[in-house]
């Protein structure tokens, strides 16, 4: 039987392997990867964040999974809304982003209140319905079976419990689509070369996220996986949108 194929980047890749590719560009790009945020979103990131952690409607005592974690930019905005008696599970599939994200919470004082899961977003390792909300940044465009990922968060949920996706998307202004391009396929993969020594895995940032299904189509899928009342925000002009949905 032939293998099916899936989309890395631009190229087609046998399924088994998207993951073991994926680990290989944030393996490489850990170390820089938050100065490459920084200097990709011109500091925009941070704000796109703080967006995400004010429509979540965090409540004091809520248990959040912080899904594809990485080096902790959500985590560190969640842990003061859960308070005390809550819990954030910073979670990821890749063991030397996960390590960074723990250095920096504990780098930022925090070491109470967070826990460390290495985990793949398909096969989620947590009891049903346990978490208030899911967020996940910057990560569900790395997964294989997004279909799949998807219902097993939302396995996880508790009833009235919400996702987040904050992820790049597709600019909906068709002037500045050109500029974008150009943004995306030279800029990036040169500044990649320059502060992380790897172009390469920033020309798959680039490609990956024209890949990544658009508003809606995301949207389609939330609601294909049992999501009620989604909804999306555009950010950036649709650079970035985030999407909500629940569990009812």
């Known amino acids: 039987m032939v293998e099916k194929s899936t989309d890395f980047g631009f190229r087609r890749v046998p399924e088994s392997e998207k993951a073991l590719r994926v680990k290989s560009v944030f393996d490489s790009v850990a170390d820089r990867y938050d100065l490459m945020n920084d200097l990709m979103s011109f500091g925009m990131h941070r704000a796109w964040k703080r967006f995400v952690c004010e429509i979540a409607a965090i409540r004091p005592g809520n248990r959040v999974l912080d899904l594809a974690g990485g080096t902790g930019?959500?985590?560190?905005?969640?842990?003061?809304?859960?308070g005390a008696q809550g819990r954030v599970?910073?979670?990821?599939?890749?063991?030397?982003?996960?390590?960074?994200?723990?250095?920096?919470m504990i780098d930022n004082g925090i070491v109470n209140g967070?826990?460390?899961?290495?985990?793949?977003?398909?096969?989620l390792p947590f009891d049903e319905r346990i978490f208030d909300c899911v967020c996940i940044g910057f990560g569900l465009r790395n997964v294989t079976h997004k279909p799949t990922a998807l219902r097993s968060i939302y396995g996880t949920l508790k009833p009235g419990g919400r996702l987040l996706i904050l992820e790049f998307s597709h600019v909906n202004i068709p002037s500045l689509r050109s500029l974008y391009d150009l943004y995306s396929f030279s800029f990036i993969p040169w500044l990649g070369r320059i502060i992380a020594n790897d172009a390469a895995s920033y020309r798959y940032l680039a490609e990956s996220i024209r890949m990544h299904p658009d508003q809606k189509?995301?949207?389609?899928?939330?609601?294909?996986?049992?999501?009620?009342r989604c909804d999306h925000f555009n950010l950036t002009a649709g650079v970035v949108a985030v999407h909500r949905g629940y569990r009812l």
């Open 114 to 123: 967070v826990e460390y899961v290495l985990a793949d977003a398909e096969k």
């Open 217 to 228: 189509a995301l949207q389609r899928l939330m609601q294909d996986a049992g999501f009620e």
């Open 89 to 104: 599970v910073l979670a990821d599939i890749n063991l030397s982003m996960l390590a960074r994200g723990r250095d920096r």
């Open 73 to 82: 930019d959500l985590g560190r905005l969640l842990v003061p809304r859960v």
